[in-house]
Structures are given as C-alpha cells and as structure tokens.
C-alpha cells in the first residue's frame, strides 16, 4: 500500500511545478500590529535623536545650529497598507509636527555672537511605496518604488546675543531648512530601505537543522499581495546533509482558509514532513540494533534463544542458551498523511533476527516484515503544541528464515503488547507538550492548529516587544 502510494506521489510531481510547502501569511491586523508597534518605537527613538551641527554662511556671517533638540512632536500614527498594484505597502504619514530647540552662534570678521533658536516644523507629509519581490536565491527583496515628502511651514526664532542681526534672514532660513529637511527625507528613507534589503539578502534561507539534515527554506514563489493580506511561499524541504537528494515527489499545491481576526496564517504541507522521512530514509539513518541489556528487566520476555521457545519452537534445540540481538531498518521510507483533525503514518520495517555466538560471531536466525499504522492527534493548549499517538494496525509476517518455517502469531502478540508500551511512553512525553517557537521579542499568542486534507494550518496572533 505504502509503494502504491509513493507512486501517485511521484506521478504528481511529474505534472505540477514547484508548490510552496510552506505558506506564511501577514493579514491586515497583523500589519496594523506591527505599524502600532513600530510607531511606538520611533515616538520613543524620537526623543534620543540628536542632530548634526548645521555650519554656513549668509553673505559674509558664518553661524552655527548646535545642540539641537527636540523639544516637542506631534507624532500622528503613519498608516500602512497592502498596496496590491506594487506587491508592496504603501505608508503614509500625515501632519508631522516637530518642535526643536538649540543653540546659534555666528561670527562676522572677528567678532563672534551666540543665543539660543525655537524652530517649528509643520505638517510633514510622506508617502512611500514599497515594492516586495523575491531575487532568483529565494531572498526575499525588497524595493522604494516611490517617495515623496512635503513639509508646510517652518518657523524660526532667534534669541540673545545681537539676534536682530537674523531678522531679515530669517525669511531665508525658513526656505532653507525647509528645503533641507524635505530634500533629506526620501533619501534617507530610501536609504533605509537599503538597509533593509542588504539585511534580507544575508539571511540564511538554509538553516542546518542537526549534522544529518538541514532545513531549506528560500521562496519558491514571488510574494502575493492583495488588499487584505501579503502571502509568502516558502520551499520548506529537508535535504539530508550526507545524500543532498531531493525526494522523489514534491509538494501538492494547498490554500490556507482566509482568516482576517487573527495576525498571522501558517501553513505546512506533508510534503515537508515526509522530505524529512525521506532525508532520514535515505541516508539510512531508519535503523536500530536491540539487544537484551535494551529490554526493560521487568519484560516477560529475554532476547535469548532458550526463552524464544514458545515463539520460535525449533530455536532452543538448536541453539540453546545464547543471546540474540535485532536489527531492525525501515523497508520504505515512512510515510504521513495529513487528513481532517488526524496524521496518520504508515512504516514497515523489517527485522533479522541474530544468535550470538560465544565468539561474538552472529548468526542469522531469521526475518520478519513488520508493517504498522498509527494515528495522531496534534492540537495547541496553553501556548504548547500537544499531541497523542494511537497505533491502528499492527501486522507481523515471516519473510525469511534459516531455521526453518514457524507461525507468527504468537510473536505478533507479543511485539504487539511491546509496541503499546512504547506508544504509551511516547504519549507520555508528547502530553507534555512542546513550547511553541520563539524568535528574540516575539512570541506567538492565541494560537490554534489544524490539521486540514494535505496541510496543516497555524492561526495566531503574535506579541511583540517594542524595547530591544
Ligand atoms: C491600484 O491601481 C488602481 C488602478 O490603477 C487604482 O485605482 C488603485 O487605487 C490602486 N491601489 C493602490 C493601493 O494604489
Ligand atoms: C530647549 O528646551 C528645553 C526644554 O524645553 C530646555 O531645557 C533647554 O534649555 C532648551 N535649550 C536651549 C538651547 O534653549
Ligand atoms: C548562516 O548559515 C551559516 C552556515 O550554516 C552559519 O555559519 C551562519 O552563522 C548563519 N548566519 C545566520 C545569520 O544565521
Ligand atoms: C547492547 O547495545 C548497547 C548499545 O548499542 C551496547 O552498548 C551494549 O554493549 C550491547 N550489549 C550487548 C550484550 O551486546
Ligand atoms: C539465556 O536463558 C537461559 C535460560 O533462561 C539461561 O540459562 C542463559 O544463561 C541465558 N543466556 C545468556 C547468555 O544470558
Ligand atoms: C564462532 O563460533 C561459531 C560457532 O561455534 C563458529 O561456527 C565460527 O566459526 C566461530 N567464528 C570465529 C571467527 O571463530
Ligand atoms: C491492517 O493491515 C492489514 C494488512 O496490511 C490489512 O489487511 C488490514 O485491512 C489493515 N486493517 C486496518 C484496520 O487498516
């Protein structure tokens, strides 16, 4: 069952192109979020800015701007929206006030002269649109498609010293620190958007999960915008580090249910889970050697041919007394399937069965197929992804023997009755639950999983520190 299932998988990898198996979507209160937040932490930053010196020269007077300050700002709230013509953002903010004070100083010849200036800056507008893209190594890109800025008035004043002497420039100052501050802002934008980008474009999009696979997550399509949510599609494959070999099927296109009450929408195929199974599988790392020292004291049952007896008659006879190890490797890779509220996996492995011999030479006893399904649950309580395990089918058949031919009824029992008390440790474990991933000043909140027909979907809102 199993194979024919990796070959339908297969043959829909032949007719589709590279789907997305990893699916991130901001929706429209999620960047409202993130704009509240962000516009706390610039009012907080406004505070702390300090100003270059302004040095020039009005006809033959040389003066200073030093020390300036703001004093005062009306910091409205900018507004941020999906802008869909772009695959971007368009945000805007209107009706920046600023107050600033400092300290003048001029000089004429050799005499100097200083006092102190209130300067007013009112009604800043600026609008700027953002162009989202993704650059041929699956960096995600980002572009200043347009920028402009406008400022209303200025308002100067001048005191102390001989001040007056400012009088009939101030017109000109005006104009002047207008022109400044409105010529400056784009270009600083755009140079922070720079930023930005250069910052993007050194992220890893490959992250090394432990030393056997590694986690590749570029984009594997451009960004989706539309007016209500920004959709990012992300390759999410595991790759073993040893085989570097793709899987031999790829990711069925899926949609996330439209969610507009929370911030952030995840969605995860099976094929992200099962190219784990396939790294793991086809490294060969699916194996395991038990021995008797690995079965808990209190078992009813020893790894020694001399106890086999009732499982495998002909084996006390002929060879009594000697310990027996297995080595047990998965036949087929295992495989998930994610239906509606359920995860099912399918594996079959195989074991061979050893004697051990006085000289510590193995000797082959026998074979068994062993072909299991189970089914779990996964949800999300307190914060903390939870899960349980239920095995469904549990089938043992002999594939080969050197010992002759015998029923395996009995050992199907009784790997049966081993498999429950392994299931039954592992829920254990799972019912404790696992902490949800955490990135330095997020955290997510209100979260809730769904295991949906090929995908799993993630509806959360996020929490985000302003300060760090
Ligand atoms: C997108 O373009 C259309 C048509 O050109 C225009 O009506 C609409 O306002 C634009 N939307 C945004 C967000 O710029
Ligand atoms: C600017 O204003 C602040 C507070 O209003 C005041 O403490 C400071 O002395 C002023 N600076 C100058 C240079 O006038
Ligand atoms: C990116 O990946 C490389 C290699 O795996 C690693 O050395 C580096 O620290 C990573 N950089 C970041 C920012 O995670
Ligand atoms: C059983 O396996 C463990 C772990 O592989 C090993 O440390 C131990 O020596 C083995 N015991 C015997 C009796 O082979
Ligand atoms: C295997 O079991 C028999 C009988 O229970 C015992 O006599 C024998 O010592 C055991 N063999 C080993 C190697 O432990
Ligand atoms: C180990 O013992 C077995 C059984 O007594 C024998 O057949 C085999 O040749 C021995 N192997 C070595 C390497 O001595
Ligand atoms: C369990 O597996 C056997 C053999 O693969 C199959 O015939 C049977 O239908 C399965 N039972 C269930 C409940 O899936």
Redesign the pocket.
């Known amino acids: 069952m199993l194979q024919t299932l990796l070959t339908a998988l297969t043959l829909i990898s032949c007719v589709s192109g590279e789907n997305p198996a990893v699916q991130l979507v901001l929706t429209n209160k999620g960047l409202q979020y993130v704009r509240h937040i962000g516009a706390g932490w610039v009012q907080e930053k406004l505070d702390l800015i300090t100003f270059p010196d302004i040095s020039g020269k009005i006809g033959f007077i040389k003066y200073t701007l030093s ?1 300036v ?1 703001i ?1 005062q700002c009306d910091f409205p709230e900018p507004s941020v929206e999906f802008n869909p013509n772009n695959t971007g953002l368009t945000m805007s903010l209107s009706g920046l006030s600023v107050a600033v ?3 003048w100083a001029s000089r004429v010849g050799l005499i100097s002269d200083g006092g ?1 200036f209130d300067m007013a800056v009112f009604k800043v507008d600026v609008t700027s649109v953002l162009e989202f893209g993704k650059h041929p190594s699956g960096h995600l890109s980002v572009t200043s498609v347009s920028c402009g800025a406008n400022i209303q008035s200025v308002d100067v004043r001048f005191y102390g010293g001989a001040s007056w002497i400012f009088k009939p420039f101030v017109r000109f100052f005006k104009k002047y620190i207008r022109a400044g501050i409105q010529g400056n802002i784009c270009p600083y934008l755009e140079e922070s958007v720079a930023g930005l980008e250069q910052y993007l474009q050194a992220m890893n999009v490959t992250y090394d999960v432990n030393p056997a696979v590694s986690l590749e997550l570029p984009l594997s399509v451009s960004p989706g915008v539309d007016s209500e949510s920004m959709n990012f599609g992300l390759k999410g494959e595991f790759l073993s580090l040893e085989t570097h070999k793709d899987p031999p099927f790829v990711a069925r296109p899926f949609s996330l249910p439209k969610q507009s009450n929370y911030m952030l929408l995840m969605g995860l195929s099976e094929f992200t889970v099962n190219s784990a199974s396939f790294a793991y599988y086809s490294a060969g790392h699916l194996q395991a050697n038990i021995n008797d020292s690995m079965i808990p004291p209190y078992f009813p049952f020893r790894l020694n041919t001399s106890s086999m007896g009732q499982y495998v008659p002909q084996l006390p006879k002929l060879f009594p007394g000697l310990l027996m190890t297995l080595q047990i490797y998965a036949g087929e890779m295992p495989l998930f399937s994610f239906e509606p509220d359920s995860v099912k996996l399918g594996m079959s492995a195989a074991i061979k069965a050893f004697a051990v011999q006085p000289n510590a030479t193995l000797t082959p006893l026998f074979k068994l197929n062993v072909d299991s399904q189970f089914s779990g649950k996964v949800w999300i309580d307190n914060e903390k992804l939870k899960s349980s395990v239920m095995m469904d089918n549990f089938t043992l058949s002999l594939a080969s023997s050197e010992v002759g031919p015998f029923k395996t009824d009995a050992l199907e029992g009784l790997a049966k009755i081993g498999m429950k008390a392994v299931v039954k440790t592992i829920n254990e474990k799972l019912g404790q639950g696992f902490d949800l991933p955490r990135m330095k000043g997020a955290q997510l909140v209100n979260s809730v999983l769904k295991v949906e027909k090929g995908f799993v979907a993630l509806t959360s809102d996020a929490q985000l520190q302003s300060t760090y």
């Open positions: 020390g300050r004093t004070n400092g300290s102190t």
